[in-house]
T-cell receptor, first 113, second 116 residues
Framework: GAGVSQSPSNKVTEKGKDVELRCDPISGHTALYWYRQSLGQGLEFLIYFQGNSAPDKSGLPSDRFSAERTGGSVSTLTIQRTQQEDSAVYLC???????????FGPGTRLTVL | AQKITQTQPGMFVQEKEAVTLDCTYDTSDPSYGLFWYKQPSSGEMIFLIYQGSYDQQNATEGRYSLNFQKARKSANLVISASQLGDSAMYFCAMREGIITGNQFYFGTGTSLTVIP
């Protein structure tokens, strides 16, 4: 069956440009999470969606980061005016609401030059 | 305070031996879930095992078992009969409020190397 997919798999951009990262969760999964993982580090929580609403945006590092989810499915993470410190792997995960183990996508590796 | 603490940045184990990866957690919520994930060098995050706070038995999944000591707030992962393919980063995670909870908390991970 289809798992969580993310696109693009790799993105190289210049400092100051905007980027959009996409996540397609597993069909029927109501919860969707975005994380950031810097090289050799653990996961940094960014934002959580339940359906289309985001009850927890506490992890977004600055107002340059925003995310939306439409139709209870696809989510887009947007980073405006990218900085070099934004370079990381951005992971998306989805889960069913109850027990809640997360199923992760392969990630998008973002490099800001 | 850290929600999830993994005190072993790196571990080595001989092939076919068992290894325990430590995890302690901090929560005042009586309802929570504990998870272990494996992240090989390829980068994918693979769900391994789950333990609910009300589960009476320790969770087991094949060669993985979770040594759940609720009073000590520890949820150690035991891998039996280690294989070379077990070499990876291992992350412990917690979700507070099983039904209503949202945010997951991840530890900093333990890098496991299996020696032939």
């Amino acid at each position: 069956g289809a798992g969580v997919s993310q696109s693009p798999s790799n993105k190289v951009t210049e400092k100051g440009k905007d980027v959009e990262l996409r996540c397609d969760p597993i069909s029927g999964h109501t919860a969707l999470y975005w994380y950031r993982q810097s090289l050799g580090q653990g996961l940094e929580f960014l934002i959580y969606f339940q359906g289309n609403s985001a009850p927890d945006k506490s992890g977004l590092p600055s107002d340059r980061f925003s995310a939306e989810r439409t139709g209870g499915s696809v989510s887009t993470l947007t980073i405006q005016r990218t900085q070099q410190e934004d370079s990381a792997v951005y992971l998306c995960a989805s889960s069913l609401a109850r027990r809640g183990e997360q199923f992760f996508g392969p990630g998008t590796r973002l490099t800001v030059l | 305070a850290q929600k999830i603490t993994q005190t072993q940045p790196g571990m080595f184990v001989q092939e076919k031996e068992a290894v325990t990866l430590d995890c302690t957690y901090d929560t005042s919520d009586p309802s929570y879930g504990l998870f272990w994930y494996k992240q090989p060098s390829s980068g994918e995050m693979i769900f391994l095992i789950y333990q609910g706070s009300y589960d009476q038995q320790n969770a087991t999944e094949g060669r993985y078992s979770l040594n759940f000591q609720k009073a000590r707030k520890s949820a150690n992962l035991v891998i039996s009969a280690s294989q070379l393919g077990d070499s990876a980063m291992y992350f412990c995670a917690m979700r507070e409020g099983i039904i209503t909870g949202n945010q997951f908390y991840f530890g900093t991970g333990t890098s496991l190397t299996v020696i032939p």
